[in-house]
């Protein structure tokens, strides 16, 4: 977190979020430089990280150079932006990378779009996705530490390009694991706020429980900056880390760990204990247990609903689990899907109530370990969608290295609708947690 | 229900869907014939009934020309819809009767009509609604049976249209009552389906709990048809009335009861009763007393989310009760959001367990009576708020007439993912509820 930006010195793609938007708001950088710059990384990368479906330099430099002449009132203002390809704007196609939406153009901003370009925002391009964000085929995209290694996803393209500092700053989804695991696998900031908080219109559905909007940075700084917009974030009061209550949660499915989910676990909760946190394993009780399975019941049951119009009206080119989804090949029955909302329904109310003086923050693991090798997976999300179906806030941080010198994350987790508070913990427990910072920018930046 | 069209006789807009759809199975009705007769209906009425935001008459022509040319393969081959213009379809804009987005198209369908037009139907045109399906600018739409009062809403023209024999098939939503209530005003019948069951991707999101689509039709028949192309109408075996445990549910909002409301659920109860129905009042116990707050809440919560584009966007074009929304004037904490999920998930799971050998279906009101007078309100959505938070599915059905000779509904309600048996049960009670089919049709077409 020593890193600190020189405006004659630095390659202004390398800033974050936060950073930039300090600079361009007293006209030390002006948005039409950051997103030369950006298309500069971009056009260097490319062709290995391969994180972008539709992107046209021209027509973003000329937004940039508008966005130069009027005066920086949004927050947002001129900070590009990566949009995955789930997720509609009015200016590029939504392609869901599925061949029965290619090149579509949709002509209207889905609501988190328009939330941030009415802040100022510059939406550079859309990122690529694992075919509707559930499954079927994958992202193109590669790890930027490893280009044999997944970025994972399903937001693989805007995890990887903000990982690669090609874009500050990216939205993400999430229905099981999809937006926490890529920030975890790429060394970079993830936020996926309450349910219900933030808008999901214009965004491809797979799952009317699930799927949550979230989105990616390079710093907890610009998590609060994006959710300031969202109107998320309105008091980040500064937290004392000292004495701060952490549960360390390794979860029900701790089976599933690996080293490098271990070793990241362990040592941010070693550091944070060093700083003066009182760190606690917090062991959920029973009806826990049951939580992967009833996120599974609710995505099948769901998800039947979801792929009905492209299986009827595009049968040969909806990819097979797709199909499956509909034709409800697992046999889940109304009653199992049920069965998982009354389960949700109390494990959320549980879980809220564990926070208070007892606890603070949960810290539990954003990933297996590190992203695994090949693009014929994007990883598994058993970490995350517990977390998911509870509806509360996450934040995830990078936690140092797996035993492949990848990146490996951990999450911070806190009850519903507590997402300013959660920020502002995050905020105080990133700088401690998160000490390869440098290290991830040299790597690929030197 | 002994109104049989004869195809020498009859005019064809008068057909039912399923009557309609019969003879254009065994091509004694053209597609074309069919909208031609739909358009001329439309050119007749239009300037009185006001349902339509969008037709091309001459578009629509040639798209029924060119489904006459094929295969009626689809269950709904050739059958004319009319889509909420919160809703998208590819061919026509999606306005949702806001000047943010006059004539803006948007080219994809939404998830819902992508699945009617698969199965074969027309898609006619876009019907009138309250401002984004929510709050603000109402529908031009009049009541078919009487210009002076509203159709209901926020689903007043298609609502205006199926009732009007306009077209016999439409698109409504429902958040509060905007579904089942103008079904109440307009002599029509409509389908909420229990939540979940049928996708909401590509329709104005104002609540992520609330919103549910719905589909209207003249016949309780028309409803099973679309429900069998959403795979939510798979068995509906005939059901005996004789023995039928029916809940008679006054719902615990009875104080804001009409004359015309009262009517229509003793009428419905005393036929059914003298059918050989068992019919017992269901007092419903505490905690459904507070659900109605507790909608407010959630609505109010998810709300204040939804609209923060358009006041980020384009406040001067925003109405000032979805500003107040997203100000949350109302001054809804996140505690009472988050109470109203905790009442609704109890209620849920209570109701749904109600159902058994003590209760086969709940028979409740529509509305509190008749259609009001006036074009600045669109009636009241208290007897139909509590079960859309339950996320149940409803049948509206017609139940004679109020003190001003205008339609009044009655709603029959199942537990959740009951779909198929109350579309079952609802073929069994409808002829002997509704018994003015052939009233409403002398009156407006004679």
């Not at 859309?126 to 790890?143: C, H, I, M, P, Q």
């Not at 399903?154 to 700053?169: F, I, K, T």
């Not at 700084?221 to 109107?231: A, C, E, H």
């Not at 019941?297 to 009905?308: K, N, P, T």
Request: hydrophobic letters at 40%.
């Amino acid at each position: 977190m020593n890193y600190s930006p020189s405006r004659m010195s630095a390659d202004p793609a390398t800033f974050s979020a936060s950073q930039a938007a300090a600079l361009l708001k007293t006209k030390q950088l002006s948005c039409e430089e950051l997103v030369r710059a950006c298309l500069a990384r971009i056009a260097a990368r490319d062709p290995v990280v391969k994180a972008w479906l539709s992107l046209d330099p021209d027509y973003v430099i000329a937004r940039a150079r508008a966005l130069d002449k009027l005066p920086p009132t949004g927050a947002l203002h001129g900070l590009p932006w990566g949009v995955k390809d789930v997720i509609d704007t009015f200016d590029y196609p939504t392609t869901q990378n599925s061949p029965i939406y290619d090149q579509l153009k949709i002509g209207r901003d889905a609501a988190c779009v328009g939330v941030v370009r009415g802040s100022g925002a510059l939406i550079l391009g859309k990122t690529d996705t694992v075919e509707f964000a559930s499954s079927g085929r994958k992202a193109l995209s590669t790890n930027p530490y490893n280009p044999a290694h997944t970025p994972g996803g399903s937001s693989s393209g805007s995890g990887a390009a903000v990982g690669d500092y090609q874009v500050p700053l990216a939205f993400g989804t999430q229905t099981g694991g999809s937006h926490i695991r890529p920030a975890s696998f790429n060394g970079i900031y993830g936020h996926k706020p309450t349910w219900g908080r933030v808008s999901r219109e214009g965004v491809r559905m797979s799952s009317m429980t699930l799927d949550t909007i979230g989105w990616y940075g390079r710093s907890v700084d610009d998590l609060i900056l994006v959710g300031i917009v969202f109107r998320i974030a309105e008091d980040t009061t500064p937290i004392t880390v000292r004495g701060l209550r952490i549960g360390l949660c390794r979860s029900p499915v701790w089976h599933a760990i690996e080293p490098g989910g271990v070793a990241a676990l362990d040592s941010a909760a070693a550091k944070l204990s060093a700083a003066g946190a009182i760190i606690e394993e917090l062991v959920l009780p029973e009806p826990f247990t049951r939580m992967h399975a009833a996120h599974a019941a609710i995505m099948a049951g769901e998800g039947a609903a979801s792929f009905l119009p492209e299986y009827v009206n595009a049968y040969e080119k909806l990819a097979q689990p797709l199909r499956d989804r509909v034709e409800n090949s697992t046999g889940s029955t109304p009653e199992q899907w049920l069965q998982g909302y009354a389960l949700a329904d109390r494990c959320r109310v549980e879980f809220d109530a564990l926070f208070g003086p007892a606890l603070d923050v949960v810290l539990t693991p954003s990933s297996p370990g590190e992203a695994p090798e090949g693009l014929h997976t994007t990883g598994n999300a058993i970490f995350n969608s517990m977390w998911t179906l509870l509806h509360g806030p996450n934040v995830g941080i990078p936690s140092g290295r797996g035993p492949k010198n990848l990146p490996v994350g951990v999450t911070l987790v806190g009850p519903r609708m507590s997402d300013s508070r959660l920020l502002a913990i995050a905020k105080a427990l990133a700088p401690i947690i998160d000490t390869d910072e440098a290290g991830r920018l040299s790597q690929l930046w030197g």
